[in-house]
């Protein structure tokens, strides 16, 4: 397909589209003459997920190339392609507390992997220091942050990770599974966090609200 | 105590302090002379409460300033204040998708609350828009997101909120209570999407990795 059908099928502008190319997050069409390129399925597909990094992500073009090269670098096995394009996305911000409450969040985290058996998720990833990062602010708020209350929260991320994974793994092709891979990490977290905040309001009418004459009935 | 100790103890800069002083996001100390007030143990709660919700929730000061008013305002019960707070918190961006996708989208949305019993979930709820704008995505990218793929996810997030809710009972004066429940929906989110991520590498290592050995054995 030419460059004006693939901005229709996939509702990017061809504008849009041809910054893509520009930056190498795109790869080129098959060129047919000077001035035209022929593009094909892995065109749509690779838009998605370019789309859903920098439009739902909010990942910076320069980090979105980096995803992209290690979903593309086949002399590598995929779990170690996964784990490198997961780990070029952003993670929050650095934490800034002292180095106390540091080691106390990093005794957490690791108390907390230790608990959950988690001995393949290396510590030195990038979710590792995000988790880290979140404990340390929980810490100097005086919130409650111990491995005990962490740990439904870890048991919970353990099955949905269970359920994302089988979700991609009825992707076939190496290349494709990987892409589905990242764009399900970054698009089902929005999922994630509002179905949550539903819960809550569910959870804390059922308990507060209906309390009462539940009690009573 | 005043405005250096509680800085101290805040780790808040003074002139931070100030700045949300002016703002209106933290209450007027009481006044011991001229040029001096007198802070307490709800500054320091309350400093901690604005920075959650500035510094790692990423709130505009404005977005902020209406999520303590609703904290604040005893005239209605827990449960609306509650819902009014997080429904001022910022929920990403509006679905920018086709009138037919947006449909679908709402009709997955509304049959996986119905699907989930959660009949207290207001569908027009900022979090509900956030799911939807999210399923356009995923619909739109091409990738699975059917009420029974969604499911379990649904079902992940309500427990999630058992436990989110257990946190908060800890807390007894309702403005407390309020506030630790702000803090947690914003503070707990990094630490559930952190976990997320590192469940994905340990699932796909003991699949992927660890799979063919364990098969042969």
Redesign the interface.
């Given at each position: 397909m030419r460059l004006a059908e693939l901005s229709a099928l996939s509702?990017v502008p061809t504008a849009t589209i041809k910054y893509y190319l520009r930056e190498g997050l795109l790869p080129p069409g098959e060129r047919v003459s000077a001035t035209q390129a022929e593009y094909g399925e892995e065109h749509v597909?690779r838009l998605?997920?370019v789309?859903?990094l920098i439009?739902?992500g909010r990942v910076p073009v320069a980090t979105a190339r980096q995803v992209l090269a290690a979903v593309e670098d086949d002399s590598v096995?995929?779990?170690t392609r996964?784990?490198t394009a997961?780990e070029a996305l952003p993670?929050?911000?650095e934490p800034t507390?002292?180095a106390e409450v540091l080691r106390t969040a990093e005794r957490t985290a690791s108390a907390l992997?230790e608990r959950l058996g988690?001995h393949?998720?290396?510590s030195e990833?990038a979710?590792?220091g995000?988790?880290v990062?979140?404990?340390t602010?929980?810490l100097?708020?005086?919130?409650?942050?111990d491995v005990d209350?962490?740990l439904?929260?870890?048991e919970?991320?353990?099955?949905?990770?269970?359920?994302?994974?089988d979700?991609i793994?009825?992707f076939q092709a190496p290349t494709t599974r990987l892409e589905?891979?990242v764009?399900?990490?970054v698009?089902?977290?929005?999922?994630?966090?509002?179905?949550?905040?539903?819960?809550?309001?569910?959870?804390?009418?059922?308990?507060?609200?209906d309390a009462a004459p539940e009690a009573g009935g």
């Open positions: 509702g597909r998605g997920l789309r859903a439009q739902v096995d995929l779990t996964l784990g997961v993670h929050g911000p507390a002292g992997l988690w393949r998720a290396a990833s979710a590792y995000m988790l990062s979140a404990l602010t929980l100097e708020l005086g919130y409650p942050c209350r962490l439904p929260y870890g919970l991320a353990g099955d949905l990770a269970v359920h994302d994974i979700l793994e009825q589905a891979a764009a399900l990490t698009l089902y977290e929005p999922v994630l966090l509002s179905l949550r905040r539903m819960a809550h309001a569910e959870e804390s009418t059922r308990r507060f609200t």
